[in-house]
């Protein structure tokens, strides 16, 4: 089946170390995204890359660090610098940014 | 102020209720996309619109580039239909989301 995979789902993380959230998408998609959601605020966007080897900051993408060697993964690299890390979040994958775009199932990550 | 408002942030229905869910928006936009947020988090893309009125099953999208507005709708509401409603406002080459409207239909 076609679709956009996140893993894990839970993660717990002690204070000070870096964690990487895994996005798969098989979808042919050339943009994928990254964004973050917390308790009464919207989604903020924390990267995204439109092409292959190539990818932007976002609003709030300060202690945070992506990659985007082939087209159907962007991981996401939760450094140790990012003050407040506990959140949920999704990734992203599209045709462009004023196409729909296809949410994974997300991840909650917890640090200690 | 946020650049995208949704209204309201809560709503409570009886299963067959008419549902209206509101967003505004402050930024010139090319479209704006309705997502819906089961509690598992997993967020699904139900309308895109830039200008009038989609319709998919009991949900309708309607929209007024003039005011700013944005509304979905969802007729015969089910408590299935219970989930958070998120608007997003295509602005440039970003998308600004609205905080969300958690709607619980009860049976």
């Known amino acids: 089946d076609g679709g956009i995979t996140q893993s894990p789902k839970y993660l717990f993380r002690k204070e000070g170390q870096n964690v990487t959230l895994s996005c798969e998408q098989n979808?042919?998609?050339?943009?994928m995204y990254w964004y973050r959601q917390d308790p009464g605020q919207g989604l903020r966007l924390i990267y995204y890359?439109?092409?292959?080897?190539?990818?932007q900051k976002g609003d709030i993408a300060e202690g945070y660090s992506v990659s985007r060697e082939k087209k159907e993964s962007f991981p996401l690299t939760v450094t140790s610098a990012q003050k407040n890390p506990t959140a949920f979040y999704l990734c992203?994958?599209?045709?462009?940014?004023?196409?729909?775009?296809?949410f994974g199932p997300g991840t909650r990550l917890t640090v200690l | 102020k946020n650049e995208v408002e949704q209204s309201p942030q809560n709503l409570t229905a009886q299963e067959g209720e008419f549902i209206t869910i509101n967003c505004s928006y402050s930024v010139g936009i090319s479209a704006l996309h309705w997502l819906q947020q089961h509690p598992g988090g997993g967020i699904v893309s139900l309308f895109m619109l830039s200008s009038g009125k989609k319709k998919h099953g009991r949900l309708i999208a309607t929209i007024n580039i003039q005011e700013k507005h944005s509304s979905l709708h969802i007729t015969a509401s089910h408590p299935r239909d219970s989930a958070v409603y998120i608007c997003a406002a295509v602005s440039g080459s970003r998308l600004t989301f609205g905080e969300g409207t958690q709607l619980t239909v009860n049976p």
């Open positions: 890359s439109q092409i292959v080897n190539d990818f």
């Open positions: 992203a994958s599209g045709t462009g940014h004023t196409d729909t775009q296809y």
């Open positions: 979808l042919n998609h050339d943009a």
